[in-house]
């Protein structure tokens, strides 16, 4: 899976990528809102993480470029100190499917990958259920 | 310092190069010799005629003077004015030969020395150097030394001509020529001394521009050589922090890989990578230390422990402990939050130390490090705080309880504190909790002599919604101030009791309409029962500004 991770502190971002990778995936990082812009203009990405405060655009203005520009409709995670509920509800609001406040457990950050995927994938598509297997999938 | 110790060792040197310049010159002034002159003549040939009527037998020295146009005959040169007028004392002779000075082999006495004026004396320093010299008229011949000439300016002119030709008669045998010329000369004297201070003035005037020459050339090299010391010193900073930068940069970067792969790919914390395990320098210490706290402020669980692990495995716990012993408050307070942040229980009673700092940053970050390291007693250090609790403070003991999840003790112990604002800050901890079983010991506080403390008493007693609060808070409303009242109306209003209903009555009739306001508005949010109450009051009422307020109080469009 190919996930953007957009946060300014250098070594948190090292430890997401770290944790990341660990999980298999393909990590894109990026220290600023600037260089997620840029490179979400070339390329498309299955998952995005950001925090919000980070320089030239925030986090909260990535997502509005993503859905209202990009037009992208991957999962978007939020990975942020700001806890009120004001902020929470507008990042909601503009399109972020998780919300994640700091501190957080690194290995707890692919279940949030997945439960956004999740949630994404039943926001979005028909769920195929399979009586006979006794199982659903996802398509 | 080292700049200053550099600049002064410039001013020093340059000092020393004015001193070396100022001795040169000096030494270029100092030659100066003394001669006889016997005769004057418009004819060089006459030098016979001199030897012979002067009886002397001594090598002459001739002198051509341009503007006089006479040839000066002079004999000998003396080193100072006493040899040169023992010498002449010895001629016994009556030619009128006198005694003229060389300065640089310049001729000094050119128009004013002739048979009749002396240099009555110069004034020099102790390098010969001549400062002033002055030339008198017809001033006899006295032995004068060097060393004591310096006498002239108070000195009167004691002769006369009549004086000066007793002691240097007119020369009578000596040819004819020369005799009409120093007539002229003498007939001119007085305008001659005039035009050799103006002279000589000229020449200090010279001097002092040359002076001023080298002092501007020593400024400009002192400017110069300072402005290349300015890019030396900047070069070379720039030099060192390139490669500092370079070297950190380097390190950061192994160790930020080092620190991930120690995180969440080794095994155990048993082994630590080389750049985590060998942590010798200073630099190396202190970015460790940096990126453990930024990593261990932003994640929880598994990698947090393991970064715990690294912090104490490394001895930076107790690097901190031994940095809060440093006498800068900075480093004090910066190590204080690190173990605060990093969670080094054993540190408390060194944090305890700081609760009464002086200085209000490490006296903040003792207060909060104690919420956090002091898990069983986290405000204990309340008991004995006399300083006043900002409301900084008080924001960051809040959060550090919020942060660290911790359990807050009964904040109704801190009610009768003598600090007013540790009781404030307790009454909105208990407000913040819902400690509801503080409410008894609230109510006191309602009468409390701080309007500030009574304050808050209100605001919390409103918080527990008690109907026996009523009471109390309808007591003290009248001696209260606007803020404290509206409080009140607050609190009553959040209880929505009819029986409230009159009291909240009477105080649309108050003086000040804020108080109106708010109390029909109080009413109105009562219910039913308020609303009809309000209605009753607009039918039968005459005062325009009440039967405003409640309209629009009771106005839809403003619910």
């Known amino acids: 899976m190919k996930i953007l991770v957009c946060e300014n502190n250098e070594i948190l971002l090292k430890a997401i990528e770290g944790r990341l990778k660990l999980e298999g995936h393909d990590v894109i990082t990026t220290m600023n809102g600037r260089e997620a812009y840029n490179f979400l203009e070339k390329e498309k990405v299955d998952v995005m993480i950001t925090d919000i405060l980070i320089p030239f655009i925030s986090g909260l203005e990535l997502i509005f470029f993503v859905r209202n520009q990009f037009k992208y409709d991957f999962p978007i995670i939020i990975l942020s100190k700001l806890n009120n509920m004001d902020t929470i509800k507008y990042a909601y609001r503009l399109g972020a499917d998780e919300y994640i406040t700091k501190p957080f457990d690194p290995d707890w950050l692919e279940v949030q990958i997945k439960k956004a995927m999740i949630n994404k994938s039943l926001n979005t598509k028909e769920i195929k259920v399979d009586i006979s297997e006794n199982r659903y999938s996802l398509s | ?260 792969s120690f995180l969440f790919y080794e095994e155990s914390t048993a082994t630590l990578p080389p750049t985590l395990s060998k942590v010798n320098a200073n630099y190396k210490r202190k970015i460790l230390t940096d990126k453990i706290l930024q990593l261990y402020s932003n994640i929880i669980g598994s990698a947090a422990e393991r970064l715990h692990v690294l912090y104490t495995k490394q001895g930076l716990d107790n690097i901190s402990i031994e940095n809060l012993k440093r006498s800068r408050w900075s480093v004090k307070a910066v ?51 006399t300083l006043p609790l900002s409301d900084w403070e008080q924001m960051n003991m809040y959060d550090a309880l919020i942060r660290n999840s911790i359990k807050p003790p009964e904040f109704s112990k801190w009610l009768n504190s003598t600090n007013d604002t540790v009781v404030m800050f307790s009454l909105k901890m208990i407000r913040m909790f819902r400690q509801n079983d503080a409410f008894e010991k609230v109510l006191p506080l309602l009468k409390h002599s701080n309007e500030n403390v009574r304050y808050q008493a209100i605001l919390t007693t409103n918080a527990f919604r008690k109907d026996e609060s009523v009471k109390h808070l309808i007591d003290m409303f009248t001696n209260e101030d606007f803020r404290n009242k509206e409080a009140i109306i607050r609190g009553i209003e959040t209880l929505k009791k009819t029986s409230n209903i009159e009291f909240l009555k009477d105080l649309i009739f108050n003086s000040e309409m804020q108080i109106k306001i708010e109390a029909t508005k109080a009413i109105a949010s009562i219910g039913i029962a308020g609303k009809r109450e309000l209605q009753n009051m607009l039918n039968t009422l005459n005062d325009e500004q009440i039967i405003e307020v409640i309209k629009h109080v009771l106005d839809k469009r403003n619910e």
């Open chain 2, 1 to 260: 310092m080292f700049k200053i110790k550099l600049y002064i060792t410039f001013l020093i040197l340059f000092l020393s190069g004015f001193k070396l310049l100022a001795e040169t010159n000096d030494k270029k002034d100092s030659i100066i010799i003394f001669r006889i002159q016997i005769a004057a003549s418009s004819k060089r040939s006459d030098l016979e005629i001199i030897k012979k009527n002067t009886g002397l037998n001594e090598p002459i020295i001739v002198d051509f003077d341009e503007k006089s146009r006479l040839y000066k005959f002079m004999i000998r040169s003396f080193p100072t004015f006493d040899n040169a007028r023992n010498f002449l004392d010895s001629l016994h002779q009556n030619y009128g030969a006198f005694i003229v000075m060389y300065l640089n082999q310049n001729r000094q006495t050119e128009k004013v020395m002739d048979a009749y004026v002396l240099t009555q004396g110069i004034e020099i320093d102790s390098n010969q150097r001549i400062i002033r010299r002055i030339v008198k008229e017809t001033v006899a011949l006295e032995k004068v030394k060097p060393a004591t000439i310096n006498i002239i300016k108070s000195k009167t002119v004691p002769a006369t001509v009549n004086k000066a030709e007793e002691t240097y008669p007119h020369p009578k045998n000596i040819f004819e020529s020369t005799i009409n010329l120093m007539d002229k000369i003498k007939e001119s004297i007085l305008i001659n001394v005039n035009n050799l201070d103006i002279a000589q003035e000229t020449n200090s005037n010279v001097s002092y521009f040359e002076i001023m020459i080298y002092v501007l050339l020593m400024i400009v090299l002192f400017c110069i050589l300072s402005i290349i010391t300015l890019i030396l010193l900047l070069f070379t900073r720039r030099i060192v922090q390139n490669f500092t930068s370079s070297r950190n940069e380097e390190y950061e970067k192994k160790l930020q890989e080092d620190l991930v």
């Open chain 2, 335 to 385: 190590n204080i939050n690190m173990l605060s942040k990093m969670n080094i229980y054993k540190a408390v009673d060194k944090v305890s130390g700081f609760l009464n700092a002086d200085n209000y940053v490490v006296r903040k970050e003792a207060e909060v490090a104690m919420v956090n390291l002091d898990r069983e007693h986290p405000f204990e250090f309340l008991n004995n705080k």
